[in-house]
């Protein structure tokens, strides 16, 4: 159990277009989905925090206005990536707690964005 | 601000070698602590994760972490490496207070040799 997709797994668009990355969790409920980037041989670093029907919290420096996150359901977390850029290319990786177990992360298996 | 280090970025070893990667944290209050393994093109899967107990915590696939309070440390262990466990490994802290996130350290890149 506790299995998190995300979809697309890859995606290249052009400087100035959205993409939207999709982030599921298939068997439970998610009480909170954060999102992360990766940059090429560097860790993970958080992004944001989301709580199904209500606001995302955005960690410093994270342009809010830029990376939207829409987390609708209990099984569905968005992250849309507007007027991307060259700078915005990164693997973008989505984890997902469930209900009583909320100190344990399950994560995705992450969405490579290449921005042309 | 909360912080985790990992001091070796590269380790290569020989089949049957050793393993010991370190893990400090910079947090004076409760922590909960993980480390998490990443395959070459694979997703982050935990190895093991320490709450609380007994401070040496066994995980899958004979890895073994110690968690020593007193020097904010939790080091990954395993007594014999195979050239299956050529992965990238991350330590995370995940702050007790209510936003459970997980602070990663930047990861260390092991390379068995068969």
């Known amino acids: 159990g506790a299995v998190v997709s995300q979809h697309p797994s890859w995606v290249i668009c052009k400087s100035g277009t959205s993409v939207k990355i999709e982030c599921r969790s298939l068997?439970?409920?998610?009480?909170?989905m954060f999102w992360y980037r990766q940059f090429p041989k560097q860790s993970l670093m958080l992004m944001a925090t989301?709580?199904?029907?209500?606001?995302?919290?955005?960690e410093q420096g994270v342009e809010k206005d830029k990376f939207l996150i829409n987390h609708a359901s209990l099984t569905l977390s968005t992250l849309t990536v507007t007027s991307a850029h060259p700078e915005d290319s990164s693997f973008y990786i989505c984890?997902?707690?469930?209900?009583?177990?909320?100190?344990?992360?399950?994560f995705g298996p992450g969405t490579r964005l290449t921005v042309t | 601000a909360q912080s985790v280090s990992q001091h070796n970025h590269h380790v290569i070893l020989s089949e049957a070698a050793s393993l010991e990667l370190g893990c400090n944290y910079s947090?004076?209050?409760?922590?909960?602590l993980f480390w998490y393994v990443q395959y070459p093109g694979q997703h982050l899967q935990l190895l093991l994760k320490?709450?609380?107990?007994?401070?040496l915590v066994k995980g899958i696939k004979g890895f073994e972490a110690e968690f020593i309070k007193s020097k904010f440390s939790f080091n990954l262990r395993k007594p014999s490496v195979q050239w299956s466990d050529t992965a990238e490994y991350f330590c995370?802290?995940?702050?007790?207070?209510?936003?459970?996130?997980?602070?990663f350290g930047s990861g260390t890149r092991l390379l068995v040799r068969p």
């Open positions: 984890s997902a707690t469930r209900a009583g177990s909320v100190d344990e992360q399950y």
């Open positions: 068997d439970f409920q998610a009480t909170t």
């Open positions: 989301s709580n199904e029907g209500s606001k995302a919290t955005y």
């Open positions: 947090y004076g209050g409760t922590v909960n």
């Open positions: 320490y709450f609380s107990g007994d401070p």
């Open positions: 995370a802290v995940n702050v007790l207070d209510s936003s459970y996130k997980l602070i």
